[in-house]
C-alpha cells in the first residue's frame, strides 16, 4: 500500500448463495484520482461498489479507506458518499434542502448548513438555486445537485453508480466533461462504475477492465486501448475487428493467422506467443484499416486484400465502411479518413484495405 492511497482493496471477495460476484479482487486508487470500473452487466462491478459504500460486505478479503480498514463497518460510518444512476433527489424538499440532508442528519446548525449548501453550490456552478424544487432544474443540473449532496459531506471517496445511465445521449456528452472537471475542482478520489466504454476513457486516471468477479486489466486509457492484456480487453474496450483461425506461421512476435474462410492475417503477439496449429484470436482497430482505390504490393503488405463496399455508415467525423472479402466472405470495419477522399464511396464498389501487422493485436483463443 502506498501512503498516497484513498482507497485499498485487498483480495476482496464476495460470494452469493450459488455464484461468487467478486473473485480476489486487489486494486489501489490515489487520493484525487478518477478511477473507473468498467464491465459489462454481470460483472460484478456494483457488488464490488456496493462493499466499498458499506452495503455489503464482503466474504473475504479487506478494504481501507485512508489507511483504515471499513471491515465491519456500517455505510453511515465510512468517509464515502455515493452518487446513484437515478440521482434519489427528494422530490418533497427543494434544493437547498436537498444537499443539506445528509448535514441537518449529523445535527449540524442550521447557519453552518445554509453557508456549506451556498458554497458547494457554486463550485459546481449553480449558485443561489437553493429555493428551486428539483422539477424546475434541467437533466444536468440534476446532477450537479446529486454530486453537491454527496461533496458537502466532505467525503474522502465519492462513489459513483452509472450516474449518466439515464440521461439522453447528447448530456450524457456533455456530462463526461463536467464530472472530470468537478472531480479536478473538489480534488476529491472519485470511484466510477460504468459499461459504457467511452465514458471510463474520457475521464478516467486508470481503468480497471472487470470480467466474470475479476480484474483482467488495470491501466490509462492508452494503455488498455493500445495494449490490451487479453482478447476479453482488445473486444470490449473500443470498436475492433476480431478475427480467428489457426496460427500458420510465427517469426517473433507476428503471427500469422488463416481464418475458416480462407483469409490470411498478420498480428503481433504482446503477451503469449501462440504456437503453431494453435487457434489464436486477431484484433485490428477500424481506424488502423487503411484503404486505397488501387491494390498494395502484397510483398510489402501481408495483410493486404480486395474488398466490396457493403455499407458506409456515416457519422461525421467517426463514419465508417463496412467491408466484405469477396473470397473468404469476412467482413471488415474500416474507419474512413477525413482527406476527403472517400467521401462518395458507396455500396458495392471495390476497395482495397490494409493495416500493418504492429497495428493488430494477437492472443492465443480461449481453451489452447
Not at 460470494?15 to 487520493?31: N, T
Not at 506461421?249 to 503469449?272: L, M, P, R
Amino acid at each position: 500500500m502506498t501512503s498516497t492511497a484513498d482507497l485499498v482493496c485487498r483480495d476482496l471477495t464476495k460470494d452469493f448463495k450459488d455464484f461468487r460476484a467478486v473473485d480476489h479482487v486487489s486494486f489501489e486508487v490515489p487520493q484525487g484520482s478518477f478511477f473507473s470500473i468498467l464491465g459489462p452487466s454481470g460483472c460484478g462491478k456494483t457488488t464490488l461498489l456496493r462493499m466499498i459504500a458499506g452495503f455489503q460486505f464482503p466474504t473475504s478479503g479487506d478494504l481501507l479507506i485512508k489507511g483504515k480498514s471499513m471491515i465491519d463497518v456500517g455505510p453511515n460510518k465510512r468517509p464515502v458518499s455515493m452518487v446513484f444512476q437515478h440521482l434519489a433527489l427528494f422530490p418533497m424538499m427543494d434544493i437547498g434542502k436537498n444537499i443539506g440532508f445528509g448535514l441537518r442528519q449529523r445535527g449540524v446548525p442550521a447557519a453552518e448548513i445554509k453557508q456549506r449548501v451556498g458554497r458547494v453550490l457554486e463550485r459546481v456552478g449553480l449558485p443561489g438555486i437553493e429555493n428551486r424544487q428539483v422539477s424546475q432544474l434541467s437533466g444536468g443540473q440534476k446532477q450537479r445537485v446529486a454530486i453537491a449532496r454527496c461533496m458537502v459531506l466532505e467525503p474522502d471517496v465519492l462513489l459513483l453508480d452509472e450516474p449518466l445511465g439515464a440521461l439522453d445521449l447528447k448530456l450524457r456528452e456533455h456530462m463526461k466533461i463536467e464530472l472530470k472537471a468537478l472531480q479536478a475542482e473538489f480534488n476529491t478520489t472519485f470511484v466510477y462504475i460504468t459499461h459504457d466504454q467511452s465514458e471510463a476513457l474520457v475521464m478516467s486516471d486508470n481503468i480497471a477492465v472487470m470480467n466474470k468477479g475479476q480484474f483482467d486489466q488495470i491501466g490509462t486509457a492508452k494503455e488498455l486501448y493500445y495494449e490490451p492484456a487479453n482478447a476479453f480487453v482488445a473486444g470490449f474496450v473500443g470498436d475492433a475487428n476480431r478475427f480467428e483461425g489457426k496460427v500458420t506461421a510465427v517469426n517473433g512476435q507476428i503471427v500469422t493467422i488463416e481464418t475458416e474462410g480462407g483469409g490470411v492475417q498478420q498480428a503481433h503477439a504482446s503477451a503469449k506467443v501462440p504456437s503453431i496449429g494453435q487457434r489464436a484470436q486477431a484484433f485490428v482497430r477500424p481506424e488502423a484499416i487503411e484503404l486505397s482505390k488501387t491494390p498494395f504490393a502484397s510483398a510489402t503488405h501481408p495483410n493486404a486484400s480486395a474488398q466490396i463496399v457493403d455499407s458506409v455508415l456515416f457519422n461525421g467525423a467517426n463514419s465508417v465502411a463496412i467491408l466484405r472479402d469477396p473470397k473468404s466472405g469476412e467482413t471488415l470495419q474500416a474507419a474512413l479518413p477525413q482527406t476527403g477522399e472517400f467521401l462518395g464511396l458507396g455500396k458495392g464498389e471495390a476497395i482495397h484495405a490494409n493495416w500493418n501487422a504492429g497495428q493488430a493485436r494477437c492472443f492465443v483463443a480461449e481453451g489452447q
